[in-house]
């Protein structure tokens, strides 16, 4: 239902190291960077796997509303590794892999934070 769906940064590069670390590991990566002049000059880019998906795009400042983003893991260990990639390139821990029964039996997800608070996720639906 979804196309596409882009979040303000107000660190671009900052940002961009983390998601660029931590979209590696669910086999997505930056597709496309949108040319400044039809931006106004701001850095616009987007990740996905096969056509961006995900936008970021720079702010002039911290953006004031934390968003919720959950991206689709093809395995349980594709989200184990988004979540220490994530770690790894600074994001801060929201709950390490493992099951939220709570939204159902095979729900298995990993949670950081980005530079900007915001709650990003990594989710697999699939039985073990």
Known sequence: MI????????DFEKSKALYDKAMAP???SLLYMVPEEYTAGAKVGGYGRDRPVFWLSAGKEKPKDHQHVAFTARSRA???????????AGGKDNGGPGLRPHYHPNYYGAFVFD???NNVEAVCHDPE
């Open 26 to 28: 669910l086999g997505a």
């Open 115 to 117: 530079p900007d608070g």
């Open 3 to 10: 196309d596409h769906l882009g979040i303000s940064v107000s």
């Open 78 to 88: 594709e989200v184990d590794a988004f979540h220490a990639a994530a770690l790894a």
